[in-house]
């Protein structure tokens, strides 16, 4: 188990890492998602031990091990960089944390072998990385972090400078390859799509700072602020500035959406509604949906997927719609969403429904 | 008659091949013109075919200078390429310290050679030089005009004071490309200083010091200005290398023929060499990223 309480760590004048507290179970996969500059990497190296916080501590197994250098804490870490030893063969660069370790001649080969199998490395033993393909060296990369049987395995944005088929193939291979080590695993990355398709639990990252952290499919579902929200949404979350009179959320006369029954206690005065992109429907059909009319600014075809960018009141929204879609520039579509499907954040950014809990 | 269709070509291909004639070939040929003839003065010219050639090459005095050279660069190398290395090493990579280091390091490289020898003659002389006299001082007999290693000694030195400069750049700028997740992986590791050096620092290092090992090999095999102006190739000959050699016979002896066949076989040996580096450097290779 790997904690951090109340970790910050400033460099000069900047902040990095603001106040995190953050509890990883040994055996658990953890998604660090955030844009770039979120402060994922930093909070990867206090991880690591590769820095020390500037204030809070960090405990590994109830133990305070927040001076403790990375060398003396078995960690294991892949970058974005295909990072290997250059002039090493294959088998030398998977086996070289083992020779540091001084582990014997006969269960390094065994390992590397082991290693090298499962990441489909074997007939490239021996040759030099710089020979390979990307996605080959950086199975190298894995394959060394899996040989350490480390307790930390600390992957930052590891399929980034990958291309599309060999990231859809090692990011389905990696939580496996991992899980069995019982090894708490750490991920970064800048993609929500790629936090939802390893699943396990997610911490939203912003500007330093943990904005939600739980499991992956409820931070998405159920984000606790705007900032969650907003990280967790790709395309961008559709937003809409309200004031709340009565039991009606309206933006000026243009949308007016009945207040849901169990949020009538809330006090009249201005809130954020929300919409994910998908939750859009265009030509909406049934009196269940609430309707708005919306002028079309440029529609985008991915081929089994539409993105409609539409102009609403003093707003820009993305509408994603399944199958091919085409709308002329200019032209004014209906659009329909589910009341269900409404995120309200209150003023100050934190949603209304999860007032109770308490952002991480 | 039509003959000035391609006029305008000629107008662009011109300059090139005006610039080439006079800065190349023409002097190059006119070597070449002395190399197979002899003259007594008059402008008048006997064809001496490959005699001068045949002379240059059976003479010892041609043997010996190249010896010098070759020792020269070899001494030289052994001494820049890992002291360049090793001061690269311990440069700062961030601060003020940076440009600084940076600014100590290109100064010996951007005063002209005949003042660098100048300064040495100087600098390394026992009656008025400030490193002759502390050396002599300290109670060594130090005389670089009349002891051999004491001249070669100070030939040495002073190419090292002048060079090693452009080997560390060079290193310099290869290190600060080494992405820093290279140095973390190896902490994460536990690698030793001396593994990071062996197994990330050199490699990445490898192109770079190829090319150090051509230029500086290159410069101090055609080294002249700054021996000439510290020892004149002496005492006696012992530091009289090819080019002091070609100096002293074309000019001081005015053996013209014997001095323009050594020219074109010095001129060989070093596109020679340059050509064999070229090879070695541009092959393909997998360390190209």
Redesign the interface.
């Known amino acids: 188990m790997l904690e951090l309480r109340n970790v910050s760590k400033s460099v000069g004048v900047s902040r990095h890492i603001t106040d995190v507290s953050l509890t990883l179970e040994s055996g658990s996969l953890n998604v660090l998602l955030g844009p770039t500059l979120a402060g994922k990497t930093s909070l990867m190296r206090l991880m690591a031990g590769l820095d020390v916080p500037t204030a809070g501590t960090i405990h590994v197994d109830g133990q305070d091990v927040t001076g403790v250098p990375v060398q003396r804490r078995n960690v294991a870490m892949v970058y974005q960089q295909f990072i290997n030893y250059p002039s090493l063969t294959v088998y030398e660069n998977i086996a070289s944390p083992l020779r540091v370790k001084g582990v014997d001649r006969a269960t390094i080969d065994r390992d590397v072998k082991r290693a090298a199998e499962l990441m489909r490395l074997t007939p490239y033993l021996d040759r030099t990385p710089l020979s390979l393909s990307g996605g080959q060296q950086q199975r190298t990369a894995l394959a060394r972090a899996m040989v350490k049987q480390a307790r930390l395995v600390l992957l930052d944005e590891p399929l980034a400078n990958l291309d599309y088929k060999l990231r859809e193939e090692l990011r389905e291979e990696l939580p496996k390859i991992f899980a069995e080590t019982g090894a708490i695993f750490v991920y970064a990355t800048t993609e929500p799509q790629e936090a939802l398709l390893l699943g396990g639990n997610t911490a939203v990252m912003h500007e330093g700072r943990i904005a939600q952290f739980g499991r992956t499919i409820e931070v998405f579902r159920h984000p606790v602020n705007l900032t969650s929200a907003r990280t967790f949404a790709d395309p961008p979350l559709n937003t809409l500035s309200v004031h709340k009179t009565g039991d009606l959320f309206a933006h000026g006369g243009l949308l007016s959406v009945p207040v849901p029954d169990t949020l009538a206690h809330l006090p009249d005065g201005a809130y954020t509604i929300a919409l994910q992109p998908h939750h859009l429907v265009v030509e909406p059909e049934g009196a269940a949906l609430v309707a708005l009319d919306a002028r079309v600014d440029v529609t985008e075809i991915t081929g089994s997927e539409s993105f409609i960018h539409v102009a609403f009141a003093d707003a820009r929204w993305v509408i994603l719609a399944a199958g091919v879609l085409e709308y002329d520039p200019e032209q004014v579509i209906r659009l329909g969403f589910d009341l269900r499907n409404l995120l309200i954040f209150g003023a100050d950014g934190h949603a209304v429904e999860h007032r109770t809990a308490k952002a991480a | 008659m039509d003959k000035t269709w391609n006029n305008k070509a000629w107008f662009f291909v011109l300059p090139v091949l005006l610039l080439v004639a006079f800065s190349a070939v023409i002097p190059l040929m006119t070597v070449v013109n002395y190399s197979v003839q002899d003259t007594f003065g008059n402008n008048e010219f006997f064809w001496a075919g490959t005699e001068w050639f045949q002379q240059v090459l059976a003479s010892d005095r041609f043997w010996e200078s190249m010896a010098r050279n070759l020792l020269f660069s070899a001494i030289v190398l052994a001494i820049e390429i890992p002291l360049g290395i090793v001061i690269a090493l311990n440069m700062p990579k961030r601060g003020i310290g940076v440009p600084v280091c940076l600014v100590l390091m290109s100064l010996p490289l951007l005063i002209p050679w005949n003042v660098v020898g100048t300064i040495w003659q100087l600098f390394a002389r026992t009656d008025v030089g400030l490193f002759g006299s502390v050396v002599t001082w300290l109670g060594f007999d130090y005389n670089y005009g009349r002891d051999t290693l004491d001249a070669w000694f100070t030939i040495v030195l002073m190419d090292v004071w002048h060079w090693t400069s452009l080997v560390v750049l060079l290193c310099y700028a290869g290190l600060m490309s080494i ?1 820093d ?2 140095y ?2 190896a ?5 030793s200083r001396w ?1 990071v050096f062996r ?2 620092q ?3 290092l490898n192109r770079v010091l190829q090319i150090a090992i051509l230029l500086r090999f290159m410069d101090s095999f055609m080294i002249y200005t700054e021996p000439f102006v510290v020892t004149g190739g002496g005492p006696g000959s012992v530091t009289t290398f090819l080019s002091i050699d070609l100096v002293k016979m074309a000019v001081g002896q005015f053996d013209l023929g014997p001095a323009s066949a050594m020219s074109i076989i010095y001129f060989l040996i070093v596109l020679l060499v340059s050509w064999v580096f070229y090879t070695v450097t541009t092959q393909p290779d ?4």
Do not use: N, V
């Open positions: 992405p997740a290279y973390q992986a902490k994460i590791d536990g690698a593994s197994f990330i050199l490699p990445k997998e360390d190209r990223a």
